[in-house]
């Protein structure tokens, strides 16, 4: 009979700073300045930062508590919790082993460009086309993925206090002061062509001041919308990741405490993010240059780099390093909670699991790569998006379509099957208080599922299907 070892973080510290690692990811620093940019500036923070204290901090919550609770991973979590429910398990597993493929795809592409200003080719990588030539080839992103994904699984295969606390401990200061270090630079950038001048500190102004300008009540509910898939994305949250990290943190950890950090680093990173780069970017290309997706990261920064003449090489260099601290940190959470998971099912060792999984993820990656040149197809998703790959069609399953399903699922178990007192009894565990219990108690009953509802009609392309009945 085969003895259940259990792993844990060795303290409060290591627990804050591995799911730090995991929610600050490329969705802080590529997803949320754009967003911002296009979401009325100062109007998406304000929005932000509420839903982040209210629906972040409950998602977040609800996920460590059950992990710790039931010390289970999401596939046993939910059956142990009530058997009728087992099936959420499930489900939830289902999104990190999507995430997983195309998130090492990215990480891959990371790399590339973290490599290309090492070896001083920065400039290059500001041409147009190069970032379109590279995902396209055959054979390069496949092998930057494959180096990304073997950094990751020697970090999972290390454990959990050997090598993701250990990893997080390292890297995620690091990656603080590099993020600060560059958004500092950012504000100091200024740029004149003759009788224009434009300075950092103008740029921040516009990342900071609220812009109402075109914003209807319909235009605010996209705001709203775009807010909170944001903030499950950057939270790592209803995707059984939070609950493998909570099920390895000790009984005498103060969760409400700990909680709080991580919901303020992952808010801050992010903020600072917009702060390194709406103003630089702001700068050298107005605000047009905020493009939305691969565009910002991989297009428009690569530019601003180089238009910074020499210094541009070490900013970049500097930059595409804290991007692949970020992306590392958040894709060994994910394999972590797949091999986690999968050793429970199949009670295999770590090393044996940590290999299959290795093996799948990257049979699945590279099927994501060839989606730009074998698979290549042009979709539009039923939220209107037109013109995605399969990558962001793998994105908008697990992301858009399964995540508030979950979260919608969990609150209704958690808040009206096991009750909010189950939670609130794990978070007071060892006499600790929970401050924010009365919040959470209506949040998770009341508010929270209301809010699922409509993220995933709207994701499901129930809204544009409406709209255009009216409009005929
Ligand atoms: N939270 C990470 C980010 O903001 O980039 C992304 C992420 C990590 C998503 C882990 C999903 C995940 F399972």
Redesign the pocket.
């Known amino acids: 009979m085969e003895k259940k070892k259990k792993s844990s973080f060795s303290n409060s510290l290591g627990f804050v700073l591995a799911a730090a690692g995991?929610?600050?990811?490329?969705?802080?620093i590529w997803r949320f300045p754009y967003l911002v940019a296009q979401d009325g500036g100062g109007l998406f923070l304000i929005v932000y930062l509420i839903l982040v204290m209210t629906f972040g901090f409950t998602l977040l919550t609800t996920d460590v508590a059950i992990g710790r609770r039931t010390h289970e991973h999401a596939l046993r979590a939910f059956g142990a919790m009530d058997k009728h429910w087992g099936f959420l398990g499930w489900i939830t597993f289902l999104?990190?082993a999507m995430?997983m493929t195309y998130?090492t795809v990215i990480g891959g592409w990371v790399t590339k460009y973290f490599v290309t200003y090492l070896t001083g080719s920065g400039s290059q990588a500001a041409q147009d086309g190069y970032f379109n030539s590279f995902i396209t080839a055959p054979v390069a992103p496949v092998v930057f993925m494959l180096i990304f994904l073997a950094a990751t699984a020697f970090i999972v295969y290390r454990g959990v206090e050997k090598g993701i606390e250990k990893f997080s401990r390292i890297v995620m200061p690091g990656l603080f002061l590099l993020i600060i270090g560059i958004a500092v630079f950012s504000l100091t950038l200024r740029v004149s062509d003759g009788e224009n001048v434009r300075t950092g500190l103008q740029g921040l102004a516009v990342y900071l001041i609220p812009n109402m300008e075109g914003v209807t009540p319909s235009r605010f509910l996209g705001i709203l919308l775009d807010a909170m898939s944001q903030i499950f994305?950057?939270?790592?949250v209803s995707?059984g990741?939070m609950i493998t990290y909570g099920s390895y943190v000790k009984k005498d950890v103060d969760l409400g405490k700990s909680l709080g950090r991580i919901e303020f680093f992952d808010t801050f990173v992010a903020f600072l993010a917009g702060m390194m780069i709406i103003p630089a970017v702001y700068v050298f290309s107005g605000t047009e240059g905020m493009s939305a997706g691969p565009g910002l990261m991989f297009v428009s920064l690569p530019k601003v780099f180089d238009a910074m003449g020499p210094v541009g090489t070490i900013v970049g260099l500097a930059f595409f390093l804290m991007v692949i601290f970020?992306t590392l940190t958040?894709c060994v959470?994910?394999m972590e909670?797949l091999v986690a998971n999968c050793m429970e099912v199949f009670r295999w060792d770590r090393k044996k699991m940590c290999l299959v999984i290795t093996v799948l993820a990257a049979v699945g990656a590279v099927v994501i790569c060839m989606g730009y040149n074998v698979f290549y197809f042009e979709v539009t998703l039923p939220t209107g998006k037109a013109g995605q790959q399969l990558l962001d069609v793998v994105d908008y399953i697990s992301n858009s379509f399964l995540m508030p399903a979950i979260s919608l699922l969990t609150c209704i178990f958690v808040g009206w099957v096991m009750k909010p007192k189950w939670i609130i009894e794990e978070m007071e565990a060892s006499g600790h208080t929970f401050t924010r219990k009365g919040l959470y108690t209506v949040m998770i009953r009341y508010v929270t599922p209301v809010m699922m509802l409509i993220l995933f009609l709207q994701s499901a392309g129930v809204f544009n299907l409406v709209k255009s009945w009216f409009g005929k």
Do not use: E, Q
Request: hydrophobic content about 50%; charged content about 0%.
């Open positions: 995991s929610a600050v990811g490329v969705g802080n999104v990190p995430i998130y994305f950057s939270l790592s995707m990741i970020a958040s959470s994910i909670t």
